[in-house]
């Protein structure tokens, strides 16, 4: 079983920076892709960014040039820098990671709220 631990939500202001962190345990043989999805309240989960094995990225139309998203495959931790961020930014995010065995397992944290608020 693999476990997420999310970390770096909060209160910050418009124009602020944020910086999330996931963390992955437990038995893990291989992590291909990670990322990050939010929702806000009344509205569908969407991809925020994500990052291949190969650290190959993409990113939501919105969030191009403000959030870079990194991962380091020695501590199986990806991270999210939000910079300059909107009140439309507000939201819960979790992170993923996509668990390579047999097959292709999609485990979730348990998601942090970041709210961009004056």
């Known amino acids: 079983q693999v476990q997420l631990v999310e970390s770096g939500g909060g209160l910050v202001q418009p124009g602020g920076s944020l910086r999330l962190s996931c963390a992955a345990s437990g038995s893990i043989f291989v992590i291909d892709a990670m990322g990050w999805y939010r929702q806000a309240p009344g509205k569908e989960r969407e991809l925020v960014a994500r990052i291949t094995s190969v650290a190959s990225t993409n990113y939501a139309d919105s969030v191009k040039g403000r959030f870079t998203i990194s991962r380091d495959n020695a501590k199986n931790t990806v991270n999210l820098q939000m910079n300059s961020l909107k009140p439309e930014d507000t939201a819960v995010y979790y992170c993923?990671?996509?668990?390579?065995?047999?097959?292709?397992?999609?485990?979730w944290g348990q998601g942090t709220q970041v709210t961009v608020s004056s």
């Open positions: 993923y990671v996509d668990h390579l065995t047999r097959t292709t397992m999609r485990h």
